[in-house]
């Protein structure tokens, strides 16, 4: 029942989310995180981060694990963080009551926006809870992110240029597409994830992507400029990409999902 806008600052140097309110647009505070690798622990939300070095403290709202595993101590991430007091370094091992977790990866980082995105968005829940009903939104010069009405976590997918323009949530996956016509996928049931090995992957069309549309029929269209695909199954281990037009493709932001697909 809310309402989100996204729109460049007075100078144009960066973009800031407002929500509708009774008193009018409010600014929203995306917050703050920190990159972590060599991650070893399990770190429960709302647990007190603590830097060994510079005495910083966090309390945890989210934890992402891009790739690795705790058990095999080479969890790739960042922790999503709120309450902050101190100044958290680079490269000082990141404690939960005295025992090492993880080791940072980078300061403390305040979430901005690069301005002049062309925002696209889906709400979707890859959990068992309505509580874990969220918004996941793509710009084309950020990351991806997910939202939950109160924090914010960048979806970092380990691109050399992590900027996607188009989104679609899909069996339990995140779509995401990159420029050249890469179209890749988290983790099942994991929007963080983004390893081959928890069953993230990326599947190539050999033209810009200019779209993706969740079919009727639980499929997923994937729009080119000049072709069109559609991708049935279930996972990576199933996956089926079949050629639905070879002449013919979508302009891009024309896409919708009106009694059937239409596009022009």
């Given at each position: 029942?809310?309402?989100?806008?996204?729109?460049?600052?007075?100078?144009?140097?960066?973009?800031?989310?407002?929500?509708?309110?009774?008193?009018?647009?409010?600014?929203?505070?995306?917050?703050?995180?920190?990159?972590?690798?060599?991650?070893?622990?399990?770190?429960?939300?709302?647990?007190?981060?603590?830097?060994?070095?510079?005495?910083?403290?966090?309390?945890?709202?989210?934890?992402?694990?891009?790739?690795?595993?705790?058990?095999?101590?080479?969890?790739?991430?960042?922790?999503?963080?709120?309450?902050?007091?101190?100044?958290?370094?680079?490269?000082?091992?990141?404690?939960?009551?005295?025992?090492?977790?993880?080791?940072?990866?980078s300061a403390l980082?305040?979430?901005?926006?690069?301005?002049?995105?062309?925002?696209?968005?889906?709400?979707?829940?890859?959990?068992?809870?309505?509580?874990?009903?969220?918004?996941?939104?793509?710009?084309?010069?950020?990351?991806?992110?997910?939202?939950?009405?109160?924090?914010?976590?960048?979806?970092?997918?380990?691109?050399?240029?992590?900027?996607?323009?188009?989104?679609?949530?899909?069996?339990?996956?995140?779509?995401?597409s990159f420029q050249?016509?890469?179209?890749?996928?988290?983790?099942?049931?994991?929007?963080?994830?983004?390893s081959v090995v928890?069953?993230?992957?990326?599947?190539?069309?050999?033209?810009?992507?200019?779209?993706?549309?969740?079919?009727?029929?639980?499929?997923?269209?994937?729009?080119?400029?000049?072709?069109?695909?559609?991708?049935?199954?279930?996972?990576?281990?199933?996956?089926?990409?079949?050629?639905?037009?070879?002449?013919?493709?979508?302009?891009?932001?024309?896409?919708?999902?009106?009694?059937?697909?239409?596009?022009?």
């Amino acid at each position: 029942g809310a309402t989100y806008c996204f729109r460049n600052n007075t100078g144009g140097t960066e973009c800031l989310m407002y929500k509708s309110s009774t008193s009018g647009w409010t600014a929203v505070n995306l917050g703050t995180y920190i990159k972590y690798n060599t991650g070893s622990a399990a770190v429960s939300e709302g647990a007190t981060l603590t830097g060994a070095t510079s005495g910083a403290t966090g309390t945890v709202r989210r934890v992402t694990i891009q790739t690795g595993t705790t058990g095999a101590s080479d969890a790739q991430g960042v922790f999503v963080l709120s309450g902050v007091s101190g100044t958290f370094q680079n490269a000082e091992n990141l404690q939960v009551s005295s025992s090492t977790v993880a080791v940072s990866t980078s300061a403390l980082i305040t979430i901005t926006l690069t301005p002049s995105g062309k925002y696209q968005f889906v709400n979707y829940n890859f959990g068992g809870s309505t509580s874990t009903n969220r918004m996941y939104w793509v710009d084309g010069v950020n990351t991806a992110f997910e939202f939950d009405g109160t924090y914010a976590v960048p979806l970092i997918t380990g691109m050399t240029l992590d900027t996607p323009k188009h989104l679609a949530a899909h069996k339990k996956h995140l779509f995401l597409s990159f420029q050249k016509g890469s179209l890749q996928h988290s983790s099942i049931g994991d929007p963080y994830g983004w390893s081959v090995v928890t069953g993230a992957s990326e599947i190539g069309t050999g033209d810009e992507i200019t779209g993706l549309q969740v079919m009727i029929g639980d499929a997923l269209a994937i729009f080119n400029r000049n072709r069109i695909y559609i991708l049935y199954g279930t996972s990576s281990s199933d996956w089926n990409l079949k050629n639905f037009s070879a002449s013919s493709g979508a302009a891009e932001y024309t896409i919708q999902n009106i009694t059937d697909t239409m596009f022009l």
